[in-house]
Structures are given as C-alpha cells and as structure tokens.
C-alpha cells in the first residue's frame, strides 16, 4: 500500500522487523526499521530513485537504491529478505552500509 508523503516521495514500508543477534543497537525487543521508498524527480537537479533502507540506530545502516525505472528489482529484494534480518544477508543482496542522515546516507568507511 502506497502512502504519500509529498507530491513525489511515495513510502511502501515503514516498519520494525525482527533481527538476528549481530546488529550493534536495536529499536524495541530487538528489531530494526525497514523502510521502502521511491521518488519520482520532477526538479531540475534531481535524480529519482526506489530504495530500502533498514537500520536500528539514527546514523547508521544498509541502503539498497536503485533508479526508479528499477524499482521492480528493488521491491524483489526487499521480497528476499529473510527474518530475523541480518546484515550478512544484507550485504549478499547488494545492500551498501551506510553513516550519516538517513535522507542522505554515505558509503561507510
């Protein structure tokens, strides 16, 4: 189900999923958050995308983004993930780790 955020963020996913025992911090009784969203650009400047973003803590976590003409292949992926979620999985499905705001995440490094 679609919900819309702004005249061009539509957000799939937004909910605490069980997690395996390897994630650094937890939300409540040991989940993390998975988020799915896409935006369509319609600025000048912008890029659209679909992601899945999952992580239990503020500035730290995995991202998978592809461009929105790809968004089939990002909602398979999200399909894959298995629970309890782990970050080795993660990684196996193509999920990058990220820092920083969760808006704009970075590469870790």
């Known amino acids: 189900m679609y919900g819309r955020k702004s ?14 025992s390897q994630w650094p911090s937890y939300f409540i009784a040991d989940k993390v958050w998975v988020y799915a969203d896409e935006y369509r650009a319609e600025l000048t400047g912008d890029e659209d995308y679909s992601r899945i973003l999952v992580h239990a803590s503020s500035d730290e976590g995995w991202q998978f983004r592809r461009p929105l003409a790809q968004k089939q292949q990002v909602a398979a992926v999200l399909d894959a993930i298995d629970r ?26």
């Open 7 to 20: 005249p061009r963020d539509f957000v799939q996913l937004d909910e605490l999923w069980e997690a395996d």
């Open 84 to 109: 309890p979620v782990s970050q080795q999985q993660l990684a196996m499905l193509g999920f990058s780790h990220w820092q920083g705001d969760y808006n704009f995440p970075t590469p870790a490094g």
